[in-house]
């Protein structure tokens, strides 16, 4: 069976301070990968998704990037976190042949507090 | 661009009662599939019920179903039964052919179950 991990869980960082969160899925070849921020109550911002190794689309140009070095591994980044930044990111994944039927799966999510 | 309208901020019901949720959706595409998630406070993502855009027949899962009207570019939630579990915010979905690497979500309804 297919599994998805996100981590941390709980994230307090300093501005200014670098960011690494890393979300990794087992179970599955070749999925599209997604990173999504929301806001406290709100909805859910897609910011990146990859549909293979090396390629990432953005969304809304802001302060992160993100990258997949690896076919399952999807890595979400700052050089230098803003107090905007702070949020819940949730990763997912989806079946790259059945894209429009197939439901997505997600990660715990990580809390991230600029502080 | 695909663009997902959900009205309903907050919604709260007594348990055992029946409540709609609405979402409305732009896109230009034929064939197409929409999803209802479900985000209880655990933050953990769930899908709820999923229907295809092709099929007239609205979908059911137990006490959840969907109202789907395709000329319009509705697709409704409705609870039946409301539980206590059922507290959650809800996502509407909908995923078309040219959109179909991106996951896009609506901007949610918290909905509240009262005892």
């Known amino acids: 069976s297919q599994t998805i991990h996100q981590w941390p869980a709980t994230l307090v960082q300093p501005v200014g301070s670098p960011l690494s969160l890393e979300c990794t899925v087992e179970?599955?070849?070749?999925?599209?990968l997604y990173w999504y921020r929301q806001a406290a109550g709100r909805g859910l911002q897609l910011l990146f998704y990859?549909?293979?190794?090396?390629?990432i689309s953005s969304e809304v140009p802001q302060n992160l990037s993100a990258s997949r070095p690896q076919d399952r591994q999807f890595i979400l980044s700052s050089k230098k976190l803003l107090l905007s930044d702070s949020g819940f990111y949730l990763c997912?994944?989806?079946?790259?042949?059945?894209?429009?039927?197939?439901?997505?799966?997600f990660g715990q999510g990580t809390r991230l507090t600029v502080v | 661009a695909q663009t997902v309208t959900q009205s309903q901020p907050e919604m709260s019901v007594q348990e055992a009662e029946t409540v709609t949720l609405s979402c409305t959706y732009d896109?230009?595409?034929?064939?197409?599939?929409l999803f209802w998630y479900k985000q209880p406070p655990s933050r953990q993502m769930i899908l709820v019920i999923r229907?295809?855009?092709?099929?007239?027949q609205n979908a059911t899962e137990n006490r959840f179903s969907v109202n789907f009207q395709k000329a319009a570019k509705s697709f409704s939630l409705k609870i039946s039964d409301s539980q206590l579990g059922d507290t959650a915010m809800y996502f509407c979905?909908?995923?078309?052919?040219?959109?179909?690497?991106?996951?896009?979500f609506g901007q949610g309804t918290r909905l509240t179950i009262n005892p």
């Open positions: 229907q295809e855009a092709y099929k007239q």
């Open positions: 179970g599955t070849s070749n999925p599209n």
């Open positions: 896109t230009s595409e034929n064939n197409y599939y």
């Open positions: 990859s549909v293979g190794i090396g390629q």
């Open positions: 979905a909908p995923q078309s052919i040219q959109g179909a690497q991106k996951l896009v």
């Open positions: 997912a994944w989806r079946e790259r042949g059945r894209i429009m039927n197939t439901e997505a799966f």
